[in-house]
Structure formats: structure tokens, C-alpha cells
T-cell receptor
Framework: DSGVTQTPKHLITATGQRVTLRCSPR?????VYWYQQSLDQGLQFLIQ???????AKGNILERFSAQQFPDLHSELNLSSLELGDSALYFC??????????????FGSGTQLSVL | AQKITQTQPGMFVQEKEAVTLDCTYD???????LFWYKQPSSGEMIFLIY??????QNATEGRYSLNFQKARKSANLVISASQLGDSAMYFC???????????FGQGTELSVKP
């Protein structure tokens, strides 16, 4: 158990809908990262927050947004969903921000299916 | 831009044998970190081993070792004495300088045969 909690584990929804994925980092970790894993794109970095502030942005669509709250949990909001958004969404956490050797601890992921 | 390449989509190894999973990387930074993660069929991502660009010794963690060849920009994972439970996807990843994010390769699916 990595200590990173993601909910829900599975989510089935329809095209055009909006969903929210939730992540609680490991106790003491200040950074939260979101990744999308699909068969064709592999593991894609979406966005990173550190202590409530956005730190880095990857290939995150404009229809997607995220935030990190004062209690350090994070939410990833996906709107106007399309079939291609079906993927496994991972949250990861680390204590620091840019330390080279800092490993990321991953949650078990949210499997999103858009029908 | 940083890039990670894993050229072996799938590999087979006999139980108790050693196996090497290849990883090459591209970066213009002098300071970077290299990571390997394991993803079993259950889906979670498990950290295995880390190597820093300034580390002179190859990293080892139990049955895992990292064959780091800086001039060739390669960071191959060596698993000794393979076990059935090693069957999984293995991802190589890199973090550059001041970036917090990890960039991942496409992964190698390892199957251990009894």
C-alpha cells in the first residue's frame, strides 16, 4: 500500500458528462501529480501541484482541470467527456517539489470508461 | 526535450534466470534522475529503483540492479533470479533538473515462465 488514496476505483459515464476524480496524498507529502494511462498514449503527465500551487503542466486538455486544496488532497475534473478520454488516471505524491531523487508514490488509479 | 525509449515491448524469461530490460534516455541536462517502476496486472505502480546522474555506483535494491551507462545514455534494469511474481509491465522514467514531473517510457511487458 503506497499510502496514496484515489477514489473512485472505477467510473462509468457517458459522452458529454463531467466527472471528478479525487486523490489523497501520502501523509506529509506536499506534491500531487496526475497521470493518464491509455494503450495508445502510454503514461502521460497531466499536471503537478505543490502545496496548493500549480507547478508543472503537461499534455492536459483544456476540458480538464485540477486543483489542490488546503488539506493537500487534489481533484481532477474532466468535462465534456469523449470516448477517447477512457483511460486509467493515476494520482501520485511526493514530499518535495523538484528534488532529483524524489520518488513518486502512486495510487491504485481510477479506471474511467466513457460510453 | 527529455525522452525515454524502451525498445522491448515484450520479453520472456525462465524462472530463476536473470533478465535485462533496456532503457535509453535523451536529455540535455547534466542533473537528472532515472527510475524504474513495476505495474502488475492489478494496475498499481510500484517503485523499484533509482539512479542519479551523478551517482558513480550502479544502484541496487535486492534482486534489482540498474546498469547505468552515462555516455550511452542507457539505464537498463537487471532482475536477477526471476520469480513468477515478476511478471508485469516495467516502466523506465526520468526527472530532469528542476522539474518535478517524471516522464515515462512506453514500458516492457515481462513474462516469467515456470
Amino acid at each position: 500500500d503506497s499510502g496514496v488514496t484515489q477514489t473512485p476505483k472505477h467510473l462509468i459515464t457517458a459522452t458529454g458528462q463531467r466527472v471528478t476524480l479525487r486523490c489523497s496524498p501520502r501523509s506529509g507529502d506536499l506534491s500531487v501529480y496526475w497521470y493518464q494511462q491509455s494503450l495508445d498514449q502510454g503514461l502521460q503527465f497531466l499536471i503537478q501541484y505543490y502545496n496548493g500551487e500549480e507547478r508543472a503542466k503537461g499534455n492536459i486538455l483544456e476540458r480538464f482541470s485540477a486543483q489542490q486544496f488546503p488539506d493537500l488532497h487534489s481533484e481532477l475534473n474532466l468535462s465534456s467527456l469523449e470516448l477517447g478520454d477512457s483511460a486509467l488516471y493515476f494520482c501520485a505524491s511526493s514530499f518535495g517539489d523538484t528534488t532529483i531523487n524524489e520518488k513518486l508514490f502512486f495510487g491504485s488509479g481510477t479506471q474511467l470508461s466513457v460510453l | 526535450a527529455q525522452k525515454i525509449t524502451q525498445t522491448q515491448p515484450g520479453m520472456f524469461v525462465q524462472e530463476k534466470e536473470a533478465v535485462t530490460l533496456d532503457c535509453t534516455y535523451d536529455t540535455s541536462d547534466q542533473s537528472y534522475g532515472l527510475f524504474w517502476y513495476k505495474q502488475p496486472s492489478s494496475g498499481e505502480m510500484i517503485f523499484l529503483i533509482y539512479q542519479g546522474s551523478y551517482d558513480e555506483q550502479n544502484a541496487t535494491e535486492g534482486r534489482y540492479s540498474l546498469n547505468f551507462q552515462k555516455a550511452r545514455k542507457s539505464a537498463n534494469l537487471v532482475i536477477s533470479a526471476s520469480q513468477l511474481g515478476d511478471s508485469a509491465m516495467y516502466f523506465c522514467a526520468m526527472r530532469e533538473g528542476l522539474s518535478g514531473k517524471l516522464i515515462f517510457g512506453q514500458g516492457t511487458e515481462l513474462s516469467v515462465k515456470p
